[in-house]
């Protein structure tokens, strides 16, 4: 399977836990972007990489998130000291192939995190 | 006003018709266009992008852009009970990779 995969596919913590998700791109795509998703709403923006690059990170998101990508490959979004409102489903995509404008993004099936 | 808008729906579609699915948008800048398509539960899956006005077809579906009036729509012919899902319409703007997201509009076909 060369689509975008996700692990874990479902997390549950309790409040005031860590916890860490981790995104595997399509091979060839050079961007990757988190989303966050609640019922009844659109992908909610967190932040985008252009290969090892962290070229923008959402106003909404608190100090208690952080992303990395440290070789342009798989990447890694961290919760700290989690809180119920995170409670969410977590979506991690890629676009991009070198050299190319490939503005289409494509999803992984998403991490659901549920904070008791 | 939120930059890109949705109905949210439920719009109800008996099977066979067409169903018409319609997005506006707030700024003119915004350059190209996406359909994804989300099942209850899963995720966003992309059916269709469109960056010049007019008419894009593929399969049975159609995407419409009118940059003048800031909208943009999605055409399902011959609805099938397998569309019966959340629409989601986003925008790119200018340059920039990121895409702004409506809140989706839920269609229910009705064998």
């Known amino acids: 399977d060369t689509g975008v995969s996700q692990d874990p596919r479902h997390k549950i913590t309790k409040r005031g836990q860590n916890v860490t998700f981790r995104c595997d791109p399509i091979s060839e795509h050079n961007r990757l972007y988190w989303y966050r998703q609640t019922l009844g709403q659109g992908p909610e923006f967190l932040t985008y990489?252009?290969?090892?690059?962290?070229?923008?990170k959402s106003r909404l998101l608190s100090d208690r998130f952080s992303a990395e990508r440290p070789k342009g490959s798989f990447s890694t979004l961290e919760i700290q000291r989690t809180e119920q409102g995170d409670s969410a489903m977590y979506l991690c995509?890629?676009?991009?192939?070198?050299?190319?404008?490939?503005?289409?993004?494509?999803f992984g099936p998403g991490t659901r995190l549920t904070v008791t | 006003q939120k930059e890109v808008e949705q109905n949210s729906g439920p719009l109800s579609v008996p099977e066979g018709a067409i169903a018409s699915l319609n997005c506006t948008y707030s700024d003119r800048g915004s350059q190209s266009f996406f359909w994804y398509r989300q099942y209850s539960g899963k995720s966003p899956e992309l059916i269709m992008f469109i960056y010049s006005n007019g008419d894009k077809e593929d399969g049975r579906f159609t995407a419409q852009l009118n940059k003048a009036s800031q909208y943009v729509s999605l055409l399902i012919r011959d609805s099938q009970p397998s569309d019966s899902a959340t629409y989601l319409c986003a925008a790119r703007r200018g340059s920039n990779y990121q895409l702004i997201w409506g809140a989706g509009t839920k269609l229910i076909i009705k064998p």
């Open positions: 995509a890629s676009s991009g192939g070198q050299g190319t404008p490939s503005y289409e993004q494509y």
């Open positions: 990489f252009q290969n090892e690059a962290q070229l923008e």
